[in-house]
């Protein structure tokens, strides 16, 4: 059974950095895309950057470009959010999310992902 689980989240003030983890277990991670989803209170999830089974390609959304860095490791079976420069509207559960697709592509739309970890909280205030 795949198990997702997000850590690294937490209080930051803006203009700051953190690096979330997302661990996967009972799977072969390099068979999946992986893709990070936020939700802010009283908003929809929102997709904001993905990378594909084997680290060859990624996207990130408009509102994250230049700010967050999606990267994978597949031999530990992690996959990380490096996020910079930190905005209280960044403010969100954080959530990872895997695809069952191989190949050079990956998404971010939320109905095609297969499993999803339970998220991690980031507030950015000061």
């Known amino acids: 059974q795949l198990q997702l689980v997000e850590s690294g989240g937490g209080l930051v003030q803006p203009g700051g950095s953190l690096r979330l983890s997302c661990v996967a277990s009972?799977?072969?991670?390099?068979?999946?895309?992986i893709g990070w989803f936020r939700q802010a209170p009283g908003k929809e999830r929102e997709g904001i950057s993905c990378v594909s089974s084997r680290g060859g390609s990624t996207r990130t959304a408009d509102s994250v470009k230049g700010r967050f860095t999606i990267s994978r490791d597949n031999a530990e079976k992690t996959v990380y959010l490096q996020m910079n420069s930190l905005k209280p509207e960044d403010t969100a559960v954080y959530y990872c999310a895997a695809e069952a697709r191989g190949g050079s592509m990956c998404g971010i739309r939320e109905g095609a992902m297969d499993y999803w970890g339970k998220g991690t909280l980031v507030t950015v205030s000061s």
């Open positions: 009972g799977i072969t991670l390099e068979y999946y895309a």
